[in-house]
């Protein structure tokens, strides 16, 4: 079976300062897909990177960075100084294949404060 | 790019009635479509599995006479609400994948049942 846990409930920082999200998965299957989603107020979800088994290179989008360690099943989402805009849900996610359902984590509820 | 358009976005109804949410696949056909269903402050969970051309496959505690499920084309797949009642309020979102590399989440639908 495939879970996704993310310890963190809620999250609150003061903007400019870097936060972490944390995500660990559980799976049985050799070839995977991990995801981070951004779920704002208005609650469509929001792409914010894929990451598939065979790759764990970490990634930097701007502001944006993930740290992919298969050794631990864990996905960390990083936000370098972080903005109000920020201030989200933010959803870890599990998949096998895009043609599968994904499972989700229960989501970390992070407030940027001004 | 391709999208996955849900309507409507959001809906207020009586107790008692029904309510039918739409998912398009708007520039690419779908074999297979995913409901999800998202309570207050809780995770995305699956509901169910839309597949085209026959009969939707549920997950376990959801009940299929209360949420009907039809995909009678490749880029349409609806999911009905029967018999509302106030438990069933919730944010309901589709997901579909052109191919294997991509996967699209529609924009959901927040359901008000008084």
């Known amino acids: 079976a495939q879970k996704v846990t993310q310890a963190q409930t809620e999250i609150s920082v003061v903007e400019k300062e870097d936060v972490t999200l944390d995500c660990v998965y559980e799976?049985?299957?050799?070839?995977?897909?991990l995801f981070w989603y951004k779920q704002p107020p208005s609650g469509e979800l929001v792409f914010l990177i894929r990451?598939?088994?065979?790759?764990?290179q970490n990634e930097i989008s701007g502001r944006y960075s993930w740290n992919f360690q298969k050794s631990t099943s864990s996905f960390n989402f990083t936000i370098t100084a972080s903005q109000v805009v920020d201030s989200a849900v933010y959803f870890c996610?599990?998949?096998?294949?895009?043609?599968?359902?994904?499972?989700f984590g229960p989501g970390t509820r992070l407030s940027v404060l001004p | 790019g391709a999208v996955v358009s849900q309507h409507p976005s959001w809906v207020i109804c009586k107790s008692g009635t029904s309510v039918k949410i739409e998912c398009r696949s708007l520039?690419?056909?779908?074999?297979?479509m995913f409901w999800y269903r998202q309570f207050p402050k809780q995770s995305l969970m699956l509901m169910a599995t839309?597949?085209?051309?026959?009969?939707?496959?549920?997950e376990q505690g959801v009940e299929k006479d209360k949420f009907l499920i039809n995909h009678a084309s490749l880029t349409l797949s609806t999911l009905t609400v029967t018999s509302a009642h106030p438990e069933d309020s919730s944010f309901y979102i589709c997901s579909a994948s052109p191919d294997r590399f991509k996967l699209f989440f529609g924009s959901g639908t927040q359901l008000s049942v008084l």
């Open positions: 520039d690419f056909q779908a074999t297979t």
């Open positions: 990451r598939n088994s065979f790759d764990e």
């Open positions: 996610a599990l998949t096998r294949d895009y043609g599968q359902n994904f499972v």
């Open positions: 799976t049985r299957d050799t070839t995977y897909y």
């Open positions: 839309s597949n085209e051309g026959s009969k939707a496959t549920y």
